[in-house]
């Protein structure tokens, strides 16, 4: 391969465009939502795409950085907040500053919807999937765990969908404009994981700020 071939990506791939791309994205998306109302924003979304939501992922917004959040929002200026299936990625210790950060951003009564893996949820094919180390995930959460972890940042907690400590399942309707979870009762259509008229589940949560 030639000089010629071999410079362009080798910038593409250096820290220094990364950190120029990364630059770009948050002047981008904070004039976007500069004038968008209600502001709805999906963290860590990954390849996830939903319309009337501003996706980031890890590049624009560590979700364990306080100065990541205050690079593209105000205090009190997210309506919407939506996460799936990041939260068990994420220590313990991280996972605090991640949820406080989530409380200090959304405006008062504002709304975050989160969904993990169920720790309750006791069948072998799932629990080999959901539990640590697997993929990465770091925390096995279930519903009384992952209510505590919200309410001790200040949340009001209102589960959604969740395995109770008898290993029976729960839900309630809930409204999928104001955050569609795909690993739930209702959109997930995984075989492997299907149990009864159950395929793959979460704990699912709707967070208030008070």
């Known amino acids: 391969m030639g000089l010629a071939e071999f410079a362009p990506r080798a910038l593409r791939t250096s820290g220094f465009f990364r950190q120029l791309n990364r630059k770009r994205r948050i002047r981008q998306m904070r004039a976007q939502i500069s004038s968008t109302d209600p502001i709805r924003v999906v963290i860590g979304a990954g390849p996830t795409r939903f319309s009337g939501w501003f996706q980031t992922d890890k590049e624009i917004l560590d979700v364990t950085k306080p100065s990541d959040w205050s690079e593209l929002f105000a205090p009190d200026s997210i309506?919407?907040?939506?996460?799936?299936?990041?939260?068990?990625?994420l220590t313990e210790q991280?996972?605090?500053?991640?949820?406080?950060?989530?409380?200090?951003?959304?405006?008062?009564?504002?709304?975050?919807?989160?969904?993990?893996?169920?720790?309750?949820?006791?069948?072998?094919?799932?629990?080999?999937?959901?539990?640590?180390?697997?993929?990465?995930?770091?925390?096995?959460?279930?519903?009384?765990?992952?209510?505590?972890?919200?309410?001790?940042?200040?949340?009001?907690?209102?589960?959604?969908?969740?395995?109770?400590?008898?290993?029976?399942?729960?839900?309630?309707?809930?409204?999928?404009?104001?955050?569609?979870i795909q690993r739930s009762v209702r959109f997930d259509s995984q075989q492997e994981f299907q149990r009864g008229n159950l395929f793959y589940t979460s704990v699912i949560i709707d967070a208030r700020k008070s």
């Open 79 to 89: 309506d919407f907040l939506l996460s799936e299936h990041m939260l068990e990625h």
């Open 94 to 180: 991280q996972a605090h500053v991640a949820l406080s950060e989530c409380y200090r951003y959304l405006k008062p009564t504002g709304l975050f919807r989160i969904a993990v893996p169920d720790g309750n949820r006791r069948d072998e094919v799932y629990l080999r999937e959901a539990s640590p180390p697997k993929d990465g995930h770091q925390v096995l959460y279930n519903v009384g765990t992952l209510s505590a972890a919200l309410q001790n940042v200040g949340f009001v907690t209102k589960p959604l969908e969740y395995f109770d400590k008898h290993e029976e399942f729960q839900s309630v309707p809930w409204d999928e404009s104001e955050g569609l």
